[in-house]
């Protein structure tokens, strides 16, 4: 007889109370009489910065903080010292990530990007059967993978599409973000990062993207979709039938310009932190199934990196284990249902990533009410924008490849 978890009196969205079972090394019992049962969630847009950025999170550390977030599948990133551009250093990325995870005891599951890269662009096809897509950064962001000439662009679509790869673009147009850059030369405060990279920057990009994939018949991923401009676009690609997903983040869903004025150098992030008619604008996107997938885009900076000056701090929050409380206060909230909450988080990205299905769970508390405390937080940056804000709704156990976690 096969070993069992079995979980009693938990509810499912249906508003069912059940025993539910999943296989395991033992047999264990979870009383989840005042729990909601949901299927854990992918993080489709992760950087977890090995190798190279080790001192701002490992893979034993994001793992935890994943783990702790109800997350069981993470895609990681390829702006790494050096840059994942090669199969080579995708193999050895690989080697890396499974040592530190063995050490750790923490068998997350993962997905790797491909770094689009004009010099290494014949690696695509032979890395394809080890990646989940490929990255390009239309814009200049964390590492040296820029790539904004449109010959290099086009030859990398062409290639995806030859290949079926999924191309996923962090799109922002480098040549507005230089000029702009002239334009407020005068500025140095933090605040002045969403004037350079405003939504002009994004929907240029996004333009460019979407007539790539027509042009060719790539599938195309936009990464932290922030503004209407770009939806409008997103939309009108859907419309037509090409194969265009869009990605959310949560801080362009929770948070916008007003944190300049709280964490300055702190707050910034590519794309950077929005207007608040902007955030409304993704809601609408979400309930009208524009948007795809929520993507964390943890990032990790030391505290002591991003309190540097503006011009030498860097972008990025980390944010993975707050993924889940975040969108379930939403809910508290009315804003979003539990239903669309497991199609952004599991659905979504098991279909648009191609990923193997699996019976790894979460068990929320959603009347839980607790304030986020960075001290308790699992990754190795130890802060969030997120600190001091009231969520209600958090997960309690993450049950991942039979084994039970405790959040």
């Not at 390829?78 to 995708?90: V, Y």
């Not at 008619?277 to 997938?293: G, Q, R, V, Y």
Request: hydrophobic residues 40%.
């Amino acid at each position: 007889m096969s070993l069992m978890i079995e979980i009693r009196k938990v509810q499912t969205i249906g508003g069912h109370r059940t025993s539910h079972f999943i296989k395991s090394k033992t047999d264990a019992v979870i009383d989840a009489e005042n729990l909601m049962l949901l299927p854990a969630l992918i993080d489709p847009h992760v950087h977890f910065r090995v190798p190279g950025g080790e001192y701002k999170e490992t893979w034993a550390t994001g793992a935890a903080a994943a783990i702790a977030g109800g997350v069981t599948t993470v895609l990681d990133m390829p702006n790494n010292s050096p840059a994942c551009s090669t199969k080579e250093r995708l193999l050895a990325k690989i080697d890396l990530i499974e040592a530190e995870l063995k050490a750790a005891k923490l068998p997350i599951r993962y997905g790797l990007y491909l770094g689009a890269d004009r010099r290494h662009l014949n690696e695509m096809a032979a890395s394809k059967k080890q990646i989940v897509g490929l990255k390009i950064y239309m814009g200049s962001s964390t590492g040296d993978l820029l790539m904004n000439d449109r010959s290099s662009l086009d030859e990398a679509f062409q290639i995806a599409a030859k290949n079926d790869i999924l191309v996923a673009v962090h799109a922002e147009d480098e040549a507005l973000i230089q000029h702009n850059r002239k334009k407020y030369a005068d500025r140095a405060d933090a605040a002045v990062h969403s004037l350079i990279r405003d939504p002009a920057v994004a929907a240029k990009a996004v333009h460019l993207a979407i007539e790539l994939a027509k042009q060719h018949g790539t599938r195309l991923y936009i990464v932290h979709t922030s503004t209407r401009e770009e939806l409008s676009l997103i939309r009108q690609a859907k419309k037509e039938g090409l194969p265009v997903y869009a990605e959310a983040s949560p801080h362009h869903l929770f948070l916008n310009t007003g944190l300049y004025s709280k964490l300055s150098t702190r707050a910034l992030v590519n794309p950077p932190l929005r207007e608040e008619k902007e955030a409304d604008a993704l809601w609408e996107a979400i309930n009208d199934e524009t948007i795809d997938t929520i993507g964390t885009d943890h990032a990790p900076h030391t505290l002591e990196e991003k309190n540097a000056p503006y011009g030498t701090a860097p972008s990025g929050f980390p944010s993975i284990e707050l993924y889940l409380p975040l969108l379930l206060n939403a809910c508290a909230q009315g804003k979003i249902s539990l239903e669309t909450i497991v199609s952004l988080t599991h659905t979504r990205p098991q279909e648009i990533f191609r990923l193997p299905l699996n019976d790894d769970v979460v068990l929320v508390d959603l009347n839980k009410v607790k304030t986020v405390d960075n001290k308790s937080l699992k990754t190795k940056a130890k802060w969030s924008p997120y600190e001091g804000m009231e969520l209600k709704g958090w997960p309690r156990y993450t049950i991942l490849r039979g084994e039970i976690y405790d959040c």
